[in-house]
Structures are given as C-alpha cells and as structure tokens.
C-alpha cells in the first residue's frame, strides 16, 4: 500500500513541528515537504503530488484553487492556530474537524484519502 503524501503549507513554525512530530510517527503517511509560503503553491503540488495538503489558514479561495487543479487531493485548514480545521475536497460539503488533537489529525488525514462514493453533482 503507498503511503499517504502530505504537504504542509503556511503553518506556524510550532504548529509545523507539532503535526510534523505527530504524522512522521504513523505508519502509511510521509510528509511530501513543506513551505512557508503560498505564492507558487500550484507548482509546489504539481512537483510533490501531495494526497493532502495541511493548509495554515482557512483560505477557501486556495483550496478551490488547488482543488481545480487536482480534483482529488484533499486540503486541511487549520484557523486559530488549531483550534478549528476544515477538511475541503470535490464533495458537495466543508468539514468542520473542532479542535486538534493528535488523534484528530491522524483520523483527518485518513479520513481524507479514505474512498467514498462519488456525490450526485459529480455524475
């Protein structure tokens, strides 16, 4: 089984460290890189093929963006620093995910690559 790929985008230097520290200790998920800024980030996914991307805002605008680019990956946002996360991917719904946590995180980025049927508006 490949490994799930994450590219962590714009978070705060602790925040980094801290879902850094928590994802490189479970098995099937590798961090793809990380990058302090936004500007570019279109290339940055298009070289490192990231299945998720753990955004350090809550930009709607760019995870539409990044989500028309590549219809399946799958975009974190973490606003206030972590005490909300939004899971944003080609569905017809955002996902408020509460606060983080250690386990929060891991379910989140399973549950991201985790298959589901496809909605009605995409057939």
Same mark, same amino acid.
């Given at each position: 089984? !490949?490994?799930?790929?994450?590219l962590?985008?714009? +978070? %705060?230097?602790?925040l980094e @460290?801290?879902?850094?520290h928590?994802? #490189? &200790? /479970? #098995?099937?998920i @590798?961090? *793809?890189?990380s990058?302090?800024?936004v500007d570019?980030? *279109?290339r940055?996914v298009?070289?490192?093929? %990231?299945d998720?991307?753990? +955004?350090?805002?809550?930009d !709607?605008?760019l995870?539409?963006?990044?989500? $028309?680019?590549?219809p #399946? ?5 973490? *606003? $206030? /620093? &972590?005490k909300d996360?939004?899971?944003?991917? +080609?569905? *017809? /719904?955002?996902?408020? +995910?509460g606060?983080?946590?250690?386990? #929060?995180?891991?379910? !989140?980025?399973?549950? !991201?690559?985790k %298959?589901? %049927?496809?909605?009605a508006?995409w057939?």
């Amino acid at each position: 089984m !490949a490994s799930t790929r994450i590219l962590l985008v714009a +978070l %705060p230097r602790m925040l980094e @460290e801290i879902v850094t520290h928590i994802l #490189r &200790g /479970e #098995r099937g998920i @590798e961090i *793809a890189g990380s990058t302090r800024k936004v500007d570019g980030l *279109a290339r940055k996914v298009a070289r490192t093929r %990231p299945d998720v991307v753990v +955004l350090g805002s809550d930009d !709607a605008p760019l995870a539409a963006t990044l989500l $028309e680019q590549c219809p #399946r990956l799958k975009v974190l946002a973490v *606003a $206030e /620093e &972590g005490k909300d996360w939004w899971l944003y991917s +080609l569905t *017809a /719904e955002r996902i408020r +995910l509460g606060a983080l946590s250690s386990a #929060r995180l891991v379910r !989140a980025v399973q549950r !991201a690559v985790k %298959p589901r %049927p496809a909605s009605a508006w995409w057939n």
